[in-house]
């Protein structure tokens, strides 16, 4: 068990791509950190780097209180799980599993080893070798593998990923257990916003090799740091459109939204980015002021609820460059067209679902709504 | 579809409904005995150019025969020859010795190589392995001959070793009784190192990069890793290289043929060469018969060996 601080550290690889850009942060002792950002964020690059499997260009990585930047993965007492497993095809699980640890008595290992498969409930699997496993099984036995060693850290890149969805939900259930009951500081590395938000006590949100925002998975999810935080946190993504401010008001088309005094100082010009979560929106009742007209494209029924996607005539997407790093974000409304519109989706009662092609009123939630400076992307609140 | 012109409502056909009655041979995924029709032209081909040969031949080996006028048959005497001639015991195991050449260290040099051209990237990888793999490219017979000349007393390798101050290393190599074989030897060893290597090297090229990082962050160093990672991932093309190189090594004759013709004495003489000489120079089909009787057994019982050492874990 171990803290984990990282101190600016950087990543320039020899092509002079810079993956890694100052990076500060530190993982409490017996924390579970996700690392999470859309891909060639650079955050397997860092976990590489904790490892050890890739030196840091600049910067300090400490582990238990040692500066281990320039020491070699096998002193720095880290176990790692991959998205491939990485078991060794030729040797059983049992041997897959007492490899790390082969130094060890024999009794020891053997104990050991039939304690952790005990736990995974793999022990019946321990004569096998990877190739007679399913996909389910052989991430038990990564898990394992790591698990017997007992390090100070366990450093997981993407290990739920080539697991079908049931499985993946299966899974991180069970993660989350073992975590509680072994508690080592662990840091997660997922592309899967989902992943991130149910796994981490803390999750660190990255893009181009910069951590944009870390903290608790609520407070990135309610008090996003940036436009960016707030559209990659939550599914389906914020709603960002660019409106202007007319007075204390911002004009979504029909629509009007009180602007804060304190928001509105901070503006440079009369227009604000303004960021709609999708659970904002709701059918409006009559006496609503604040709706908006809204001409259903698609409608996703997902049992429960309904995602609805519309367009709103005369909005302007806001800060294309800065979320399109976001897959999600880079549907049609995303490049400029004639007219402009923008996608905008919301979450909806399952009660009465409208059909593409119905105009809705929507009223919008004046207490879900954030703002973000329409140059930069940061929050404004 | 006569299904569809059934009347709705009937009864299923009696044949749908009893299911211990056997199939019928054409039902589906039943083994069809039309397949025999698909596979007759390679069996043909395959029995008038190898198995009747080879059983012939098996039946020539019982037979005292010039090659010309009646053979008598003789049961196992030929057989008995190889045992008890010396000169054909010692081709036996000229061509055991000529193993170390064209399968043990190529497999070790080969290893070696792909294991360095594997850490080249861009231009520099291509440019090696194609020329490591040439010797594979070029006629046996053309290979012989510019060795022979590499070898000559007055040769190029000769005047190395004059440059380099180790004069008193100079040899006729291939007319010396004692470096004679391992000269033919090495020439084995180049031609085969290249095709050694180019299979490791595709075979390290299907090892997940995770294998290595998962052997690092388990505290392995470069030599462990070799023997952890690399070594288990290769077994398949080991076992594949193996049984190639030693069918090639046991089995050499233009090579010997070119370079030494079995000399000088018989220090050079190999299997296939005395087969050679038995059938077409000494008359004696019979014997080279049963002489290749014996290299066909030999080889089979080595590749069946290797095969079972190298793969046996693998199951």
């Known amino acids: 068990m171990a803290e984990i601080v990282l101190d600016r550290v950087a990543k320039v690889f020899d092509e002079g791509a810079r993956v890694l850009d100052d990076v500060s942060l530190s993982v409490a002792d017996g924390e579970l950190l996700v690392l999470v950002g859309p891909s060639g964020c650079g955050k397997s690059t860092l976990l590489r780097v904790i490892a050890g499997l890739e030196g840091a260009s600049g910067g300090r990585v400490t582990i238990g209180g040692r500066d281990m930047t320039r020491e070699p993965p096998a002193r720095r007492d880290v176990a790692m799980v991959f998205q491939d497993y990485a078991l060794y095809p030729h040797m059983t699980v049992r ?75 299966t899974m991180r259930a069970e993660l989350i257990k073992l975590h509680r009951a072994v508690s080592t500081t662990t840091v997660y590395v997922t592309h899967d916003q989902v992943e991130a938000m149910t796994l981490g006590d803390r999750v660190a949100l990255m893009r181009d090799g910069r951590i944009e925002q870390c903290g608790s998975p609520r407070d990135l999810f309610e008090r996003p740091a940036n436009a960016f935080v707030a559209a990659f946190i939550g599914l389906p993504p914020m709603n960002l459109v660019e409106a202007p401010v007319e007075g204390e008001r911002a004009r979504l088309g029909a629509a009007a939204i009180a602007v804060p005094p304190q928001v509105r100082a901070r503006l440079a010009e009369p227009r604000v980015v303004v960021g709609l979560r999708p659970s904002a929106f709701r059918h409006a009742a009559p006496a609503d002021d604040a709706a908006l007209a809204a001409d259903v494209d698609l409608v996703e029924d ?63 939630d004046p207490g879900d709504v954030h703002f973000f400076d329409p140059s930069t992307g940061a929050a404004l609140r | ?104 260290l190529p497999v070790v040099l080969g290893m070696v190589l792909a294991a360095l051209v594997a850490r080249l990237t861009g231009r520099a990888a291509t440019a090696y392995r194609a ?55 090495v020439i084995g060893t180049w031609i085969t190192t290249g095709l050694c290597m180019v299979l490791f090297l595709a075979g390290m090229q299907r090892i997940p990069q995770t294998l290595y990082d998962a052997a690092r962050v388990d505290g392995c160093g470069p030599v462990k890793e070799f023997f952890t990672v690399t070594l288990p991932g290769l077994r398949g093309e080991l076992s594949v290289v193996l049984v190639i190189t030693i069918i090639l090594g046991l089995r050499t004759f233009d090579l010997v043929y070119v370079t030494t013709s079995g000399g000088p004495g018989d220090s050079t003489l190999v299997p296939s060469l005395a087969i050679f000489q038995d059938a077409f120079r000494q008359n004696q089909v019979g014997l080279a018969c049963a002489t290749a009787v014996v290299l066909t057994v030999l080889i089979l019982l080595v590749t069946v060996i290797v095969r079972r050492l190298v793969e046996e874990r693998e199951r």
């Open chain 1, 95 to 169: 041997r897959n599993m007492a490899f790390a640890i082969r130094r060890q008595r024999a009794e020891e290992v053997e104990r050991r080893v039939a304690a952790v498969a005990g736990m995974l409930e793999i022990s019946d699997l321990l004569d096998r070798r990877p190739r007679a496993l399913s996909g389910g099984q052989r991430q038990r036995v990564a898990m394992g593998r790591a698990i017997v060693r007992e390090p100070q850290a366990f450093l997981m890149d993407e290990p739920l990923s080539n697991l079908d969805a049931k499985l993946r939900v």
């Open chain 1, 302 to 364: 997902m049992g429960t609820d309904v995602h609805v996607f519309f367009a709103v005539p005369g909005l302007r997407p806001a800060l294309p460059g800065l979320v399109r790093a976001v897959d999600e974000l880079s549907g049609p409304g995303a490049d400029a067209a004639v007219e402009p519109s923008v996608e905008c989706v919301a979450r909806l009662g399952a009660g009465r679902p409208p059909r593409a092609g119905d105009r809705l009123t929507l009223a919008i």
């Open chain 2, 131 to 185: 020329i490591i793999f040439m010797p594979q490219v070029i006629a046996t017979v053309a290979i012989a001959v510019g060795w022979q000349w590499i070898y000559a007393p007055e040769g190029p390798l000769n005047g190395l070793l004059g440059i380099v101050g180790l004069g008193a290393l100079q040899q006729p190599w291939l007319g010396s009784m004692t470096f004679a074989l391992p000269a033919v030897g």
């Open chain 2, 1 to 104: 579809m006569t299904a569809t012109a059934r009347p709705t409502g009937a009864p299923p056909p009696a044949s749908a409904t009893a299911t211990t009655a056997p199939k019928p041979a054409d039902a589906p995924g039943e083994p069809r005995r039309v397949g025999y029709l698909y596979v007759a032209p390679a069996l043909l081909l395959y029995t008038v150019f190898v198995l009747a040969p080879l059983a012939h031949n098996g039946w020539l080996s019982l037979f005292d025969w010039d090659g010309v006028t009646a053979g008598t048959f003789v049961g196992l005497d030929n057989y008995r020859e190889i045992f008890a001639s010396e000169q054909l015991r010692s081709a036996f195991l000229h061509a055991l010795e000529l193993l170390a050449f064209y399968s043990l």
